[in-house]
């Protein structure tokens, strides 16, 4: 899936982002590239990083309306020069962009999450430290970036890759990009939770902001357990990413975006009467569910629903209210 960056809506006033009269549409007039700094300059406290080389770090607050902060870690990542080796990017080259030259700087925006924070071995939890002026000793976590140089944009990293982050997108120096993990923030303190339309707005915005050209992101979305990819085209006709302008981008063994367009399409309008038909004389209890469900009113869904779309939707949203 891919995103152009354009046309996407503004902030909530429950996000959190550097002002509210910042506007990401027209903040900004360059290239990212130019972007990028200016956006450094103005808005980030840079944290000076001795033991970590070819990496330069930088924390932008963001605070919502109610004063609750949170803090966007950026670190550009760099390559040193080489005329016989070009840097290669495996998500680039796997959406299709093998043809776009790579640039030796990329930007990781982070979100740390809660155990990145607080593990002193990890480099977020070691730049939070030294931003608050406190003493940090030698650390001995993995570097981000490897030792063979002909593959540096692909290395094993335990800083980078880390499954703990709430947010972790990257976007290269010409502009290029991808969405790499989105981990909503649940905790006690609702002052602290961060839910994904949350995470997702301040990456939008920030891809807006800074004026990139395509972001991609593999579809990997789940709620309670459940794959969002394959259940929310069913019931909104797009992905749950096509809320911030994110559509087919690629996909493997050759489905094309008219293919995929139109088994979507199929599975929201089929009929109720063919599934109950289905199972019919074959599993009578599942029959029964998808009556409850079909009949069923509920706030914004009232009403008989007569597609297999229209019952997802409204599992999804009895599932979301559940949650809440």
Same mark, same amino acid.
């Given at each position: 899936?891919?995103?152009?960056?354009?046309?996407?809506?503004?902030?909530?006033?429950?996000?959190?982002?550097?002002? *509210?009269?910042?506007?990401?549409?027209?903040?900004?007039?360059?290239?990212?590239?130019?972007?990028?700094?200016?956006?450094?300059?103005?808005?980030?406290?840079?944290?000076?990083? =001795?033991?970590?080389?070819?990496?330069?770090?930088?924390?932008?607050?963001?605070?919502? @309306?109610?004063? @609750?902060?949170?803090?966007?870690?950026?670190?550009?990542?760099?390559?040193?020069?080489?005329?016989? =080796?070009?840097?290669?990017?495996?998500?680039?080259?796997?959406?299709?962009?093998?043809?776009?030259?790579?640039?030796?700087?990329?930007?990781?925006?982070?979100?740390?999450?809660? *155990?990145?924070?607080?593990? *002193?071995?990890?480099?977020?939890?070691?730049?939070?430290?030294?931003?608050?002026?406190?003493?940090?000793?030698?650390?001995?976590?993995?570097?981000?970036?490897?030792?063979?140089?002909?593959?540096?944009? +692909?290395?094993?990293?335990?800083?980078?890759?880390?499954?703990?982050?709430?947010?972790?997108?990257?976007?290269?120096? +010409?502009?290029?990009?991808?969405?790499?993990?989105? +981990?909503?923030?649940?905790?006690?303190?609702?002052?602290?939770?961060?839910?994904?339309?949350?995470?997702? @707005?301040?990456?939008?915005?920030?891809?807006?902001?800074?004026?990139?050209?395509?972001?991609?992101?593999?579809?990997?979305?789940?709620?309670?357990?459940?794959?969002?990819?394959?259940?929310?085209?069913?019931?909104?006709?797009?992905?749950?990413?096509?809320?911030?302008?994110?559509?087919?981008?690629?996909?493997?063994?050759?489905?094309?975006?008219?293919?995929?367009?139109?088994?979507?399409?199929?599975?929201?309008?089929?009929?109720?009467?063919?599934?109950?038909?289905?199972?019919?004389?074959?599993?009578?209890?599942?029959?029964?569910?998808?009556?409850?469900?079909? =009949?069923?009113?509920? *706030?914004?869904?009232?009403?008989?629903?007569? @597609?297999?779309?229209?019952?997802?939707?409204?599992?999804?949203?009895?599932?979301?209210?559940?949650?809440?």
């Amino acid at each position: 899936m891919a995103s152009s960056g354009e046309g996407l809506g503004p902030l909530g006033v429950s996000v959190p982002w550097m002002s *509210p009269q910042l506007n990401p549409a027209t903040a900004y007039n360059g290239a990212f590239r130019d972007n990028v700094q200016e956006f450094l300059k103005t808005h980030a406290v840079k944290v000076t990083l =001795r033991r970590v080389r070819k990496i330069a770090a930088w924390v932008v607050e963001l605070k919502d @309306t109610s004063g @609750t902060a949170v803090n966007l870690h950026v670190y550009e990542e760099s390559v040193a020069q080489d005329k016989e =080796r070009v840097p290669v990017c495996d998500c680039c080259r796997n959406m299709g962009w093998q043809n776009h030259p790579v640039c030796n700087r990329r930007y990781h925006f982070i979100v740390p999450g809660i *155990p990145d924070l607080a593990d *002193p071995l990890q480099l977020p939890a070691i730049v939070e430290a030294k931003l608050s002026g406190m003493k940090v000793s030698d650390f001995k976590n993995p570097q981000p970036i490897a030792e063979r140089e002909e593959d540096p944009f +692909n290395s094993p990293a335990g800083v980078f890759d880390s499954k703990s982050h709430n947010l972790h997108g990257t976007l290269h120096a +010409n502009g290029f990009g991808h969405l790499q993990r989105m +981990n909503a923030r649940v905790t006690d303190d609702p002052k602290t939770s961060l839910s994904g339309q949350q995470l997702m @707005t301040i990456w939008d915005s920030l891809c807006v902001l800074l004026a990139a050209r395509e972001v991609s992101v593999e579809d990997v979305s789940n709620k309670g357990g459940m794959l969002l990819r394959t259940l929310h085209p069913m019931a909104h006709g797009s992905t749950w990413y096509g809320k911030w302008g994110y559509n087919f981008g690629r996909s493997p063994f050759n489905v094309s975006n008219e293919h995929y367009s139109e088994c979507v399409e199929t599975m929201r309008s089929l009929p109720l009467g063919d599934l109950f038909a289905d199972f019919a004389g074959v599993d009578a209890g599942m029959q029964h569910i998808l009556q409850q469900y079909a =009949r069923l009113s509920i *706030p914004g869904s009232p009403g008989y629903v007569s @597609t297999f779309g229209g019952v997802v939707k409204r599992m999804l949203k009895l599932l979301a209210r559940a949650i809440e």
